[in-house]
């Protein structure tokens, strides 16, 4: 898939350089407000100190657990601190909002707490886990409907509907009290630790979170390094600062359905431009490796944008030894069936998972020997498709192979060329092989 911004500008860079005159609408004392208003609403999410990533960093890592929220996720702080702010005759009219799932579920839980009456747009791509967290934590406060394939489908349906009806918008990120209520996460870690980490990093869709941090940790510790971490098939907010402004990506990855944002937000965008933070892409296959590593070692059930800041650590951040750096696990609401993919793009993103397209001859023993003479003594077919043609010498087969380490791979590719079937690997870049994903 093209990915957008080109690959010279997905490492990371401070965006200082690109400030911006635009008139700042979020500031710190808007976020201790919004911090006010949330304290009997939103959970004292713990700061969790992580072994496994201060092992391998050589730096104190701790891990801020907005999975742990009543809707397992911090969006609940910006969807409540705009609600809770409309007055009566606005509330009368109801509200209307459009998520990827986990502003939803805010959006949902404030209604129910406020009394608000409510809908939700969210795209088909949902995962049917948030649909019916949506569902429970709204009852019949909230209506559910689905709309496009991308959250930019269900923004642009649920702006339609708010014009029509006179119902408040409350978008998903792009609004001054939206921003202000998730900013509250910074404010949050800074109290419970009890001083200024040297580090914050958090995860990035149309930059909600990483807008409110900026707003509130600039004017109330400045001395703090802010990285904003985007998917690398999702990077709107790297195309917004590559442009001047806001873009509409031409393609997206929606795997890190919780952040895969089309467009960057025209209220967040000259937040972030203004400020000294830094933004990094991750590949989506090493987010389903963190996934999978903080759920494994850590006991952390994360959604994939829940693991975007801790997959930031390491290759794609240089961090010096003894920093103090805090993650935002910014959501855990991961449906179980998606746990298959979320392995494979693992494995393939950690070069043991490779695909191949076999011409084996049509003939007695050959698949015997393609196993015999090609095949390592720890290498694995997990996948077999095989098409016999009668009237051709040879019949086509796609055949994926597991390797027990990526070191392997240069052997079997070795192996594979002295072999008497013509073996062609499918490229990561081939439709074919996003097909298999």
């Known amino acids: 898939m093209p990915r957008w911004p080109p690959d010279s500008f997905l490492p990371s860079r401070r965006l200082g350089c690109i400030r911006q005159t635009a008139r700042v609408t979020v500031d710190a004392a808007m976020v201790d407000a919004a911090s006010g208003r949330l304290a009997e609403v939103v959970a004292n999410t713990p700061i969790e100190r992580n072994a496994r990533l201060s092992e391998q960093l050589c730096a104190d890592v701790w891990l801020k657990r907005e999975d742990l929220q009543p809707v397992r996720s911090y969006k609940l702080r910006g969807a409540y601190n705009l609600i809770a702010q409309l007055d009566a005759e606005t509330r009368a009219l109801g ?30 791509t949902t995962p049917r886990q948030k649909r019916d967290r949506i569902a429970v934590l709204g009852g019949e406060m909230v209506e559910v409907i689905l709309s496009g394939d991308t959250y930019d489908d269900a923004s642009a349906a649920a702006s339609v509907d708010a014009a029509r009806s006179g119902a408040q918008l409350v978008p998903a990120f792009d609004d001054p009290r939206t921003i202000a209520g998730q900013g509250t996460v910074a404010k949050d870690i800074v109290s419970q630790l009890g001083f200024a980490p040297d580090m914050l990093v958090v995860p990035v869709g149309g930059g909600g979170l990483l807008a409110g941090t900026v707003a509130w940790l600039g004017e109330r510790h400045p001395g703090v390094r802010i990285v904003g971490v985007e998917p690398a098939g999702a990077a709107c907010v790297a195309a917004a600062l590559h442009a001047g402004g806001p873009v509409t990506l031409p393609e997206l990855d929606s795997f890190v359905d919780g952040a895969a944002v089309r467009r960057a937000g025209d209220v967040t965008y000259p937040l972030i431009a203004a400020s000294s933070a830094e933004l990094v892409a991750v590949d989506e296959g090493r987010v389903c490796t963190e996934m999978l590593a903080l759920y494994q070692s850590d006991g952390i059930i994360a959604e994939p944008a829940g693991a975007l800041a801790t997959a930031a650590l390491g290759d794609s951040l240089q961090i010096a030894a003894g920093t103090s750096v805090v993650c935002v696990v910014s959501g855990g609401n991961n449906d179980v069936s998606r746990y298959a993919e979320v392995v494979e793009r693992a494995l393939v993103h950690e070069g043991r998972k490779h695909y191949f ?17 090609v095949l390592g003594p720890d290498d694995d077919i997990t996948l077999f498709e095989y098409v016999k043609r009668s009237n051709r010498e040879t019949g086509p087969a796609l055949v994926g192979i597991e390797l027990s380490r990526p070191e392997d791979l240069p052997a079997l590719l070795a192996r594979m060329e002295a072999s008497p079937p013509h073996i062609e690997q499918v490229s990561t870049a081939s439709p074919l092989f996003r097909f298999l994903l």
């Open 357 to 373: 397209l076999v011409d084996f001859p049509q003939e007695p023993g050959a698949l015997r020997r393609f196993l015999d003479e």
């Open 95 to 124: 509200v209307v909002g459009a998520s990827a799932g986990n502003h939803a579920q805010g959006l949902a839980y404030a209604c129910a707490a406020l009394g608000v009456q409510g809908r939700v747009y969210l795209p088909r």
